[in-house]
């Protein structure tokens, strides 16, 4: 298999893909260091994750350089993403081991009732590009430190990351075997559902999720699908400065090239602000620097695919011949490279794709409507349910819109942001089930139920 930098879309190595042999036998191994994993005290396992932290912090640039290198993401952000995930690391460090103990639930004469929380075994760990840490670690440093192994397969685009993520485990101390890379692309994956697997975890698209849902149908195993968004924002016309509310409008649509599952993909601004929101929000992005992802001043990066561009093309032009206004971007230069130019549109309607389908790319449709009734609806109108966020400085009315949304998050002043603390879960089309909080780590357990009573 190729590995190809999106910055010039030359091969920079060649690897091999797994096979149906070397998959079966790492989940071979995998099966048999889980089992001595399991009796390993939660906090042992909390000193080898916090050792893996550490490691990735000494080796953060290098590591920043491979991201980059394989995703395209611009050098800043990479290094951003390096140590920002470290939170899931701390997060784990002060709650796991009260989430995984022993609960005693009732104690009544001779008899005992309580929950003891079991490893589910080894988890296939399926993962997407665009945030590696993030997304990686939300799923097998949580299964890990519950007790179970990891098949994980990064996805094509980020290899390198998950090479380095191996080899750092091993070196904090992982025994070897309980934590596998699965090269290859979809049909390697396919081929480690066949495999016998006790969970499986996902992050990537909606047509991908569907296809493995189809595939694991009747094994009984836990599945969870954190899929894809078209995450709206409504800008009421009461924020309290319209230039800062653009800014973070802009950031949350463009930040990773506007490659991230909750990034903002379609803006609804009260029209008595409309203009200078548009405006404001056209200066913020005209001052963004496209670039070679290494410079440090780079901003927006070639996108990490190469079919990307034209399918954003394709949005631009869908729209363009349905009525709306293009104020910047939307080509493709001419230059090396998987590039697009970021494009705000106005006048855009839901009879547009941009407004419908998740785009995943510097481009942002901006519509106007006329309050919150309308506001409401729009949002509402999507197939997906990952998030909704919602500026004004009225917190009450802000929520009363939030609350009757069919989404995982709602962000009140913010957009784009996950933490740990929180159940990052999609709704619809956006997936199954949560990762992070102290659910997204009972999530790789199955609680035993013990009814004891004294003989
Ligand atoms: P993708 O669906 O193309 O691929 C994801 C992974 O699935 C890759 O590792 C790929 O090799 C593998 N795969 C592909 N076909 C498969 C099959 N038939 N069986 C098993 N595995 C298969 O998605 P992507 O391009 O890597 O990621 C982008 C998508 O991920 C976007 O839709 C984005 O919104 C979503 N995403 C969601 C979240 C979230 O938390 N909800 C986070 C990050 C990304």
């Known amino acids: 298999m190729q590995l190809i930098n999106p910055a010039n879309g030359q091969v920079f190595r060649e690897v091999d893909e797994d096979t149906t042999e070397t998959i079966s036998e790492k989940i071979h191994h995998l099966k048999r260091v889980q089992e001595e994993w399991a009796a390993v005290p939660v906090k042992e396992r909390l000193g080898i994750i916090s050792t893996f932290g550490k490691l990735v912090k000494a080796q953060r640039e290098t590591l920043a350089q491979w991201l980059t290198q394989e995703t395209g993401k611009p050098i800043q952000q990479a290094r951003n993403e390096v140590t920002g995930a470290h939170n899931r690391i701390a997060h784990l460090q002060k709650h796991a081991e009260k989430w995984l103990a022993e609960e005693l639930l009732e104690k009544e004469g001779s008899t005992q009732e309580l929950i003891r929380y079991e490893p589910l075994g080894v988890i296939a760990n399926i993962s997407a590009w665009n945030f590696p840490y993030n997304i990686g670690y939300n799923v097998f440093l949580y299964a890990l430190v519950a007790g179970n192994a990891v098949a994980y397969k990064p996805s094509e685009h980020a290899l390198l990351t998950g090479f380095g993520f191996k080899s750092l485990l091993e070196e904090a101390g992982l025994p070897k075997g309980l934590f596998e890379v699965i090269v290859g692309k979809g049909e390697v994956g396919e081929t480690l559902l066949k495999a016998d697997i006790d969970g499986c ?33 409504y800008v009421m016309e009461d924020v ?28 609804y601004v009260h029209a008595s602000i409309y203009e200078e929101f548009l405006d404001q929000f056209l200066e913020e992005v005209r001052s963004y620097t496209l670039g070679d992802p290494l410079d ?27 009525g709306a206004t293009l104020h910047c971007g939307g080509k493709i230069p001419n230059r090396p490279g998987f590039y697009f130019e970021p494009a705000v549109l106005s006048e855009v309607n839901h009879e547009m794709e941009l407004m419908r389908e998740e785009s995943f790319g510097p481009i942002i449709g901006i519509q106007r409507v006329e309050g919150d009734k309308e506001a409401a609806k729009l949002m509402a109108d999507t197939n997906y349910g990952l998030t909704a966020a919602v500026f004004s400085q009225d917190k009450n009315r802000a929520l009363q819109l939030l609350d009757r949304l069919n989404v995982g998050t709602v962000y009140w002043n913010c957009c784009d942001r996950v933490s740990p603390n929180l159940p990052w879960s999609g709704r619809k089309q956006s997936g199954v089930g949560s990762t992070l909080s102290y659910q997204g ?4 357990t199955q609680p035993k139920a013990y009814q004891l009573r004294e003989g």
């Open 296 to 322: 440090e001043t780079t901003f927006i990066g070639p996108l990490t695919r190469k079919d990307q561009p034209s399918f954003l093309f394709g949005q631009v032009k869908d729209a363009l011949e349905k």
């Open 441 to 444: 780590i009972r999530v790789f």
């Open 201 to 233: 975890f996902f992050t990537g698209s909606y047509a991908t999720g569907k296809k493995i849902a189809t595939q694991l149908a009747g094994r009984m195993i836990p599945l969870q699908l954190e899929l894809g968004g078209k995450d709206p924002l």
């Open 240 to 267: 309290r400065d319209i230039k800062q509310a653009a800014k973070n409008a802009a950031e949350g649509a463009f930040y990773n090239n506007g490659q991230s599952c909750c990034a903002v993909e379609r803006i």
